[in-house]
């Protein structure tokens, strides 16, 4: 039987490491990128979340609906409470955002407050300052549409 001989292309074990710490290398910069890829997505999809229940907040106060403009505002403040906390330090517009994401949990927390036998009047006014301040935000963060 004939010997197989495998040729490697490495004429030393140096060489061979150094191969192998290029090949760790590139897969750690792999997933970072994935990493920072699936953040961007579920910071996109928190934003998205913000908009989407800030808008039914107030469309469901021209209905006059108090339960569900209860629902949406505390949907919304937790949309912009995990925006905060998903928020990196160097992210375009993060100071900005975080005020009025600040302001979104505020005007909610006063709509909470008022509660749920007060006329849907009284609490569309807080539900509107919700909703500028989360439009704001989304922009300032950049994930407007």
Known sequence: MAAIR?????SSIASMISGLILIIVFSLIAHTSVFAVEQGQSLSEAADGLRLNAEDMV?????????????HCAETAQYAELLIKQLSRSHPGREEGIASLHDVIRHCKRVAEIGIHA???VLLNPAIKARTAARASVKALGFAK
């Open 119 to 121: 006329d849907p009047g």
């Open 6 to 10: 495998v040729q490697t292309g490495y």
């Open 59 to 71: 469309a469901h106060g021209g209905m006059g609906d108090t339960k569900a403009i209860i629902h």
